[in-house]
């Protein structure tokens, strides 16, 4: 393994911003993340399969009166979000390094008030379809983590996602589309603004060579 990597992940393990396997509070905050992790009261927001952070990062500036988690498998990835947060002395925001299919071992049932899957890996091979965040698997997740109202947000570059997405959406019992739709950044409805609040590095290249972004925001 690199140095570098090394390097990056010796200083996760001592980073209070990051609860990842061998730390003391691994696995032990469900139910208890605004308590004993952000130590307030604020409703919890989580993005799944997080990245380098950006959008994480990007919603705790915006709101203050928030606590943001950003969740995923790849160390070196939240060393990057982690680092940017403490560079801007953010407090409300923190990183979890997990697989998103044992979220419901680290969360309590309605702890979660809000859900983002910000351009995750479409898996566009059929084989692959129960690996996608949008897949009915992870939606009973999704359902059984958010609280009485809380929503999910998916922003993908995807056709392919975003149309299974929906069709799951449109058959599962319960499930209520809020807004939608294949060109976010052609919107001027201000339903649309949260949205169009952040964009991320990827984002603006997908933009940039004429990829419209699929956005969706529903409730399970």
Known sequence: MPRI???RFAENANRPNIVEPGKANFGQLAGRWAADFFHNDHPLVLEVGCGKGEYTVGLAQLHPEQNFLGLDIKGERIWRGSTRAEALGLTNVGFLRLLAHQLTEHFAPGELGEIWITFPDPRPRDRD???????PRFLDMYQAL???GGVAQLKTDSEGLFEYTMEVLAGRPGATIEVATRDLYAETDPA??????IQTHFEGKYRAVGVPIKYVRFRL
């Open 129 to 135: 379809i129960k690996r996608r965040l949008t897949a």
């Open 192 to 197: 649309f603004a949260a949205a169009q609040a």
């Open 146 to 148: 958010l609280a009485p």
């Open 5 to 7: 990597k090394l390097q």
